[in-house]
C-alpha cells in the first residue's frame, strides 16, 4: 500500500483500476463508482473548439476540423499532451486489465442533468445544481463538422468507446 487510507492522492482523471490497487479491496467494493462519458464524434469537436480558444498556438497551421483530425488521429504525429488527452478512449479510464467495467454507473453527457441526477440518488444525496462553465460559442451540431472520412476516422479510432457505450453517428 501507498500509505493513501482513501485514495486521495490520485491523480485527477486516474484511470479506475488505480483506484482499485489502492483502496483496500472491501472499501473499493462498498464504494459506488460512477463515470461519465461523451460521444466520441461530439469530444472532438468539442477539443477542437477548446484548442481554438485556449491554445491556438498548438493549432495555428491546421486550416479547418477535417485536417486537425486527419493530424490528431495521425499515428505519426509526436505526442502532445494537451492535444492527446482527448483521444484517449474512455472505457480504457473505467476497465480492468481484462476489459471489466469496474464503474457501477456510466453516464452520458448528452444526459447529462439527467444521469448526474440519477447518480446523486444512488448515492444518496439531493443533487446539488450543476454548473455550466465553459460552453463553446458559436458551435453546431457535431455531425456538420465531419466529412465521411474524418467520421470513419473516429469510428475506427475510438470503437471500443463506441461500441462499450452504444454511440452511433446519427
Known amino acids: 500500500m501507498t500509505g493513501h487510507r482513501i485514495a486521495s492522492k490520485l491523480p485527477r482523471h486516474s484511470r479506475i483500476i488505480a483506484a482499485k490497487e489502492m483502496l483496500p479491496r472491501e472499501l473499493f467494493e462498498r464504494l459506488f463508482k460512477f463515470a461519465f462519458v461523451r460521444n466520441p464524434w461530439d469530444l472532438q469537436v468539442s477539443s477542437w473548439h477548446h484548442l481554438r480558444k485556449e491554445r491556438p498556438q498548438l493549432i495555428k497551421d491546421i486550416p479547418d476540423f ?3 483530425i486527419r ?3 495521425d499515428p505519426d504525429r509526436p505526442y502532445q499532451y494537451h492535444i492527446d488527452t482527448s483521444i484517449e478512449r474512455q472505457s480504457d479510464y473505467l476497465k ?3 476489459g471489466t467495467i469496474l464503474v457501477d454507473f456510466v453516464g452520458k453527457y448528452e444526459n447529462l ?4 441526477e440519477e447518480a446523486c440518488r444512488r448515492i444518496g444525496i439531493k443533487p446539488p445544481p450543476l454548473p455550466h462553465k465553459r460552453k463553446a460559442e458559436g458551435r453546431v ?3 456538420r463538422y465531419y466529412d465521411e472520412v474524418t467520421a470513419g476516422m473516429v469510428a475506427s479510432y ?3 468507446d463506441i461500441e462499450s457505450f452504444g ?3 446519427e
Open 96 to 98: 480492468d486489465l481484462d
Open 71 to 73: 493530424w490528431k488521429l
Open 158 to 160: 475510438f470503437k471500443d
Open 141 to 143: 451540431d457535431y455531425r
Open 167 to 169: 454511440y452511433r453517428y
Open 113 to 116: 442533468q439527467e444521469d448526474y
Open 66 to 68: 477535417p485536417a486537425f
